[in-house]
Structure formats: structure tokens, C-alpha cells
């Protein structure tokens, strides 16, 4: 087999099946775990329902009675609906109505403990934060096998310790322990598949809708259990899964070249073809290129700002995915707010947002990375601007049903959006800092979210809430125009020289030795490469 035939890791992978039986199952089972971290995510959005309650000042009265008092707030024996006091006396206690068992019912967390309910929600986002560096290094030092699979044996267990949670201190603790697990599984989940995908299936692992699959089960369980702790449960059961092999790409960065070989071996097997005979030396050229530039140096956050490019395009993203966190996560968990059923609300947000994948899906490839982004960064502005207008101009309750119609729209926009950054931002960067660099955007997302009750508060000021909205749409929808395009380009493997940036087309008479030279020499360099034939495929180099 020729040199330019077989000279990247995708080249091996296009030769032992592309999308095969090995590609599909690696998809579906570590990218499938959006489906339980879905759930485990918006466990808030039914624990933080405010149901119908009673305050009690001084007279205990029955069950039977509570449930027959009305909706307009009367009071009967020294109790009302929904009051903090009655009569200017303070309550002592409160009966919650009907069957939901929510953190809310559970603890009392009404009145002047109500702040609780958007504290709690932002505390296990906050969670998040640490987990996107624990993620990022972890996947990078130890592997993305043991970082995804220790990380989702915890998300069980502090599931199943958080179920049985006695107080809401306790409570607090456990969502944030869980935000910090959930931070961690969403590092990995996205670079962790793309690794064993050759060039042409990269866009098809975060297209598929796992986190809206898991949302509707979680609101379908909900509407079934209405009781929190047992939610958990489900949870904890939903998140069992088959273990796949570690990346043959970070085996070989790492210099483990027979561990690396012998994955291949497994994934040929597996998609029914033969390893071609010059995966070895693929195997091993990565393994040399990242000995001779890293120097067994251990790469940190800080590697994704050297250089002016690199830093530009960290620095977009990072706007970009907090941008879509604050809006996402304040519309998700102000669905109480909607107008109808919340099963119902919950459940139809999440479904909706299949036709957000699939809409990535059909286009990424054919739009490119940073068209189909742009676009979807404009709808959710036009979404936004809309929101704003009807809260101005219309009143209850079509503004109601039609503010609600919107910002269920605008999650199927960001889910969108997200799943082509997704992409994007995993070919932006080499696979020795590709977990870092999906890390930080992550990070960047989770202030996003931690700041996202408070900032996209629709209970308390809509209108502030569509207008903070359209701003910060417009400014990341401008940004990213800015960036590289990086469709059909081959991902890089190391942090100076890269894979991705010059592909060898037609260079026979021309050796590894001779590019690395000619590399090293930015103007004469450049037109030697010309003439030999290597063609500059514009990735992402962190070091320009």
C-alpha cells in the first residue's frame, strides 16, 4: 500500500470498515451515556416543582380537609393555600397537596427557604466546574477508558447514596458530588468515540439524540414514580453499560504501540477485515512525531492558549458553549413556568430536540462546520428578539402558549448548535490536548449553566431574562465567524506537528525526515512543500 494511502490513523480506519460494527457499538455505548446523564442532569426540573401547599400557623388539620381546600386561597382552621403567613401570623409548618414527592415537599423549601430551589439547581451546576478539569486531565494522563468507566461507577453509587438523602443539606452535598461526575462523563463522551471514527463519520456521534432520549424517560419515569428519591434509582439502573476498548489514537500517543496495534486488531476483527500490514507504522510515526515534539511533556489547560490563533479560538468557544449553557439550562429549568402539564412540558422540550440532531446531521457535512453554526446562532437570536416582542406587545394567555411554543424551540436551536460545536471543536485540536481542549469549552459551559437560574430567570423577570438573551446570542453569533473551517480535514496528532495541517497528497519522493525539515523553515519551507505536492489542509495548529 502507498505512503499517501496509509499515512494517518483515519486512513487505517477507512480501510477496516469506516462506520463499522466496532464504530457503531463504540457510538452507542459511550456516546449513549448522555442518555443516563440527561436524566441525572434535570432531576431538578420535577425535585424543584412548587406543588399547591398549606401554611400551618397554630391548628393541625387532617389530610382529608387539606385536600379539599380551594385555589382561590381561603382559609380554613388558620391555614391557606400557597401563604407564607396568615393573618400576619408565620407558618410553623406546611402540608403539601397531592401525590408529587419533590425535594420542594420533602424539606419544605418554600417561602423563606424558596431561594433553595435555584441555589440547589445552580450548586450541581456548579459541580460541573471541577469535574471539566478533573475530566480533561484524567482523560488525557490515565486514558479515556478508565477516566469514562470510573467516572460512570460513581455516578452510580452517588445516584443510589443520594436517593436516601435525610436532609436537604445532605441533598445539596450529593448533587454537587454528582454535577462533579456528571462534569467529568461529559468531557469523554465526545472526543472518546470520535477517536476510533475516520474522517467522514466524525459529525454522526454527537448528532445522535442521547441527552433528549434520556430527558423524555426521565419526564416519562417521573409522570410514573412522582417521587424523587425513586427517580434516582432509575437513574443509577439506566447508567449500566458494556466497557469498549481504550483509543488506539492515545495508546499511541502515549507510546504504547503494541496496546494501540492490538485495538486495531480487535476493531478489524470485529467489522469483519484485515489490518493492512502498514498500521504498525502509522502507529509507531505517531508515537515518534509526539516523542520528538512533547518530550514526554505533560500537556495542561494552559497549552490551548499558546499562540495567538489558539488562544482566539479557545476563547470563541468558550463564549459560544456558555452562551448556549445560559440559555439552554435557564429555559430547561424554568419549564415550571411554562403554561400546561409538567410531564407533559418536560417530555415535549426534549422530544422536539431530535429534529435538532437531525438537522445537524443532514446539513454539517454538506454547510460546513462554521455555516451551519452561524445560522443556528442567528435562528436562536431571532427566537430571543421574538420573546421579547410578545412579552412587550401581548398579552395572557396567547403570550403564554406562545412564549412557551419558543423557548422550547430554542432548545431544539441550541441542541443543534451544540452538536456542530461538538465537532468543531473536536477536529480544532490535536488528540494530545483534544480532551483538555473539550474541557475547558465544557467548563466554559458550566459557569454558563451555574450562572443560568439567575441570569435566564423566567418566574421572576422574563422580559430582562429575552433581552439578556438576544444579547449575548448576537455577540457569540458574530464571533465565531471568525473561526477556522475545519470540514473534511484530517485531525491532528500532536501539538507541533500536525496531521491535520498538511496531508500528504502526492510527496514519493519525499520522506517524514524531509517534511520535518521543511517544516521547520516557515518561508522557504512553504514553497518546497508546494512543489512537492503537499497540500495545506488548514487545521488548527495550537502553536501558530
Same mark, same amino acid.
Given at each position: 500500500?502507498?505512503?499517501?494511502?496509509?499515512?494517518?490513523?483515519?486512513?487505517?480506519?477507512?480501510?477496516?470498515?469506516?462506520?463499522?460494527?466496532?464504530?457503531?457499538?463504540?457510538?452507542?455505548?459511550?456516546?449513549?451515556?448522555?442518555?443516563?446523564?440527561?436524566?441525572?442532569?434535570?432531576?431538578?426540573?420535577?425535585?424543584?416543582?412548587? !406543588?399547591?401547599?398549606?401554611?400551618?400557623?397554630?391548628?393541625?388539620?387532617?389530610?382529608?380537609?387539606?385536600?379539599?381546600?380551594?385555589?382561590?386561597?381561603?382559609?380554613?382552621?388558620?391555614?391557606?393555600?400557597?401563604?407564607?403567613?396568615?393573618?400576619?401570623?408565620?407558618?410553623?409548618?406546611?402540608?403539601?397537596?397531592?401525590?408529587?414527592?419533590?425535594?420542594?415537599?420533602?424539606?419544605?423549601?418554600?417561602?423563606?427557604?424558596?431561594?433553595?430551589?435555584?441555589?440547589?439547581?445552580?450548586?450541581?451546576?456548579?459541580?460541573?466546574?471541577?469535574?471539566?478539569?478533573?475530566?480533561?486531565?484524567?482523560?488525557?494522563? =490515565?486514558?479515556?477508558?478508565?477516566?469514562?468507566?470510573?467516572?460512570?461507577?460513581?455516578?452510580?453509587?452517588?445516584?443510589?447514596?443520594?436517593?436516601?438523602?435525610?436532609?436537604?443539606?445532605?441533598?445539596?452535598?450529593?448533587?454537587?458530588?454528582?454535577?462533579?461526575?456528571?462534569?467529568?462523563?461529559?468531557?469523554?463522551?465526545?472526543?472518546?468515540?470520535?477517536?476510533?471514527? $475516520?474522517?467522514?463519520?466524525?459529525?454522526?456521534? $454527537? +448528532?445522535?439524540?442521547?441527552?433528549?432520549?434520556?430527558?423524555?424517560?426521565? +419526564?416519562?419515569?417521573?409522570?410514573?414514580?412522582?417521587?424523587?428519591?425513586?427517580?434516582?434509582?432509575?437513574?443509577?439502573?439506566?447508567? +449500566?453499560?458494556?466497557?469498549?476498548?481504550?483509543? /488506539?489514537?492515545?495508546?499511541?500517543?502515549?507510546? #504504547?504501540?503494541?496496546?494501540?496495534?492490538?485495538?486495531?486488531?480487535?476493531?478489524?476483527?470485529?467489522?469483519?477485515?484485515?489490518?493492512? /500490514?502498514?498500521?504498525?507504522?502509522?502507529?509507531?510515526?505517531?508515537?515518534?512525531?509526539?516523542?520528538?515534539?512533547?518530550?514526554?511533556?505533560?500537556?495542561?489547560?494552559?497549552?490551548?492558549?499558546?499562540?495567538? #490563533?489558539?488562544?482566539?479560538?479557545?476563547?470563541?468557544?468558550?463564549?459560544?458553549?456558555?452562551?448556549?449553557?445560559?440559555?439552554?439550562?435557564?429555559?430547561?429549568?424554568?419549564?415550571?413556568?411554562?403554561? !400546561?402539564?409538567?410531564?407533559?412540558?418536560?417530555?415535549?422540550?426534549?422530544?422536539?430536540?431530535?429534529?435538532?440532531?437531525?438537522?445537524?446531521?443532514?446539513?454539517?457535512?454538506?454547510?460546513?462546520?462554521?455555516?451551519?453554526?452561524?445560522?443556528?446562532?442567528?435562528?436562536?437570536?431571532?427566537?430571543?428578539?421574538?420573546?421579547?416582542?410578545?412579552?412587550? +406587545?401581548?398579552?395572557? /394567555?396567547?403570550?403564554?402558549?406562545?412564549?412557551?411554543?419558543?423557548?422550547?424551540?430554542?432548545?431544539?436551536?441550541?441542541?443543534?448548535?451544540?452538536?456542530?460545536?461538538?465537532?468543531?471543536?473536536?477536529?480544532?485540536?490535536?488528540?494530545?490536548?483534544?480532551?483538555?481542549?473539550?474541557?475547558?469549552?465544557?467548563?466554559?459551559?458550566? =459557569?454558563?449553566?451555574?450562572?443560568?437560574?439567575?441570569?435566564? &430567570?423566567?418566574?421572576?423577570? $422574563?422580559?430582562?431574562?429575552?433581552?439578556?438573551?438576544?444579547?449575548?446570542?448576537?455577540?457569540?453569533?458574530?464571533? =465565531?465567524?471568525?473561526?477556522?473551517?475545519?470540514?473534511?480535514?484530517?485531525?491532528?496528532?500532536?501539538?507541533?506537528?500536525?496531521?491535520?495541517?498538511?496531508?500528504?497528497? &502526492?510527496?514519493?519522493?519525499?520522506?517524514?525526515?524531509?517534511?520535518?525539515?521543511?517544516?521547520?523553515?516557515?518561508?522557504?519551507?512553504?514553497?518546497?512543500?508546494?512543489?512537492?505536492?503537499?497540500?495545506?489542509?488548514?487545521?488548527?495548529?495550537?502553536?501558530?
Amino acid at each position: 500500500m502507498s505512503y499517501h494511502k496509509l499515512s494517518t490513523i483515519e486512513d487505517i480506519y477507512d480501510q477496516i470498515g469506516g462506520l463499522g460494527r466496532f464504530q457503531l457499538a463504540a457510538m452507542f455505548l459511550v456516546a449513549g451515556l448522555k442518555f443516563p446523564l440527561g436524566w441525572s442532569m434535570m432531576l431538578m426540573s420535577y425535585a424543584g416543582y412548587i !406543588g399547591d401547599f398549606v401554611c400551618i400557623t397554630d391548628v393541625e388539620m387532617d389530610h382529608t380537609m387539606l385536600t379539599n381546600i380551594s385555589a382561590s386561597g381561603q382559609t380554613v382552621n388558620g391555614s391557606a393555600l400557597n401563604a407564607c403567613s396568615v393573618n400576619g401570623t408565620a407558618c410553623t409548618d406546611f402540608k403539601f397537596l397531592g401525590s408529587k414527592r419533590t425535594a420542594i415537599s420533602e424539606w419544605h423549601l418554600v417561602c423563606d427557604r424558596r431561594w433553595l430551589k435555584a441555589t440547589i439547581t445552580s450548586i450541581q451546576l456548579a459541580g460541573v466546574i471541577p469535574g471539566t478539569f478533573l475530566g480533561g486531565l484524567s482523560g488525557d494522563y =490515565i486514558g479515556r477508558r478508565y477516566t469514562t468507566y470510573g467516572s460512570l461507577l460513581l455516578h452510580v453509587i452517588m445516584n443510589v447514596i443520594s436517593a436516601y438523602s435525610v436532609t436537604w443539606q445532605m441533598f445539596v452535598v450529593m448533587r454537587f458530588l454528582l454535577g462533579t461526575i456528571m462534569g467529568i462523563l461529559l468531557i469523554m463522551i465526545v472526543p472518546y468515540p470520535a477517536e476510533f471514527l $475516520p474522517t467522514r463519520w466524525r459529525h454522526v456521534a $454527537p +448528532a445522535i439524540p442521547f441527552w433528549p432520549m434520556g430527558v423524555t424517560a426521565f +419526564a416519562g419515569v417521573a409522570w410514573w414514580l412522582e417521587d424523587w428519591s425513586l427517580i434516582q434509582h432509575g437513574c443509577a439502573i439506566a447508567s +449500566a453499560v458494556i466497557i469498549i476498548p481504550e483509543s /488506539p489514537r492515545w495508546l499511541a500517543t502515549q507510546g #504504547r504501540l503494541e496496546e494501540s496495534y492490538k485495538v486495531l486488531e480487535k476493531m478489524a476483527r470485529m467489522n469483519g477485515k484485515t489490518l493492512p /500490514p502498514a498500521a504498525m507504522d502509522v502507529v509507531r510515526k505517531i508515537a515518534e512525531e509526539e516523542k520528538a515534539i512533547a518530550k514526554k511533556k505533560k500537556y495542561t489547560y494552559w497549552d490551548l492558549f499558546k499562540g495567538k #490563533r489558539s488562544c482566539f479560538i479557545t476563547i470563541v468557544f468558550s463564549l459560544q458553549w456558555v452562551v448556549m449553557a445560559i440559555i439552554y439550562y435557564g429555559i430547561s429549568f424554568g419549564v415550571n413556568s411554562f403554561v !400546561g402539564n409538567l410531564y407533559l412540558n418536560i417530555f415535549l422540550m426534549n422530544a422536539v430536540q431530535f429534529f435538532g440532531y437531525l438537522f445537524t446531521a443532514l446539513v454539517i457535512n454538506r454547510m460546513g462546520r462554521r455555516p451551519t453554526s452561524v445560522f443556528l446562532m442567528a435562528v436562536l437570536l431571532a427566537i430571543s428578539l421574538a420573546c421579547v416582542s410578545l412579552q412587550k +406587545a401581548v398579552s395572557e /394567555p396567547t403570550r403564554g402558549r406562545w412564549i412557551s411554543g419558543l423557548c422550547q424551540f430554542a432548545t431544539v436551536v441550541i441542541l443543534a448548535c451544540w452538536s456542530a460545536s461538538q465537532v468543531w471543536i473536536t477536529e480544532s485540536y490535536p488528540t494530545v490536548i483534544r480532551s483538555l481542549s473539550y474541557g475547558f469549552v465544557m467548563l466554559s459551559a458550566r =459557569i454558563g449553566s451555574t450562572l443560568a437560574p439567575f441570569v435566564v &430567570n423566567l418566574d421572576e423577570m $422574563p422580559l430582562l431574562s429575552f433581552v439578556l438573551m438576544s444579547i449575548i446570542a448576537l455577540v457569540s453569533m458574530v464571533t =465565531i465567524l471568525f473561526l477556522p473551517e475545519t470540514s473534511n480535514q484530517v485531525m491532528q496528532e500532536s501539538v507541533g506537528r500536525s496531521t491535520g495541517k498538511t496531508k500528504v497528497e &502526492n510527496a514519493d519522493g519525499l520522506t517524514p525526515e524531509d517534511i520535518d525539515n521543511i517544516e521547520g523553515n516557515s518561508g522557504e519551507g512553504e514553497s518546497m512543500l508546494t512543489r512537492a505536492g503537499v497540500v495545506n489542509t488548514a487545521g488548527i495548529n495550537p502553536d501558530v
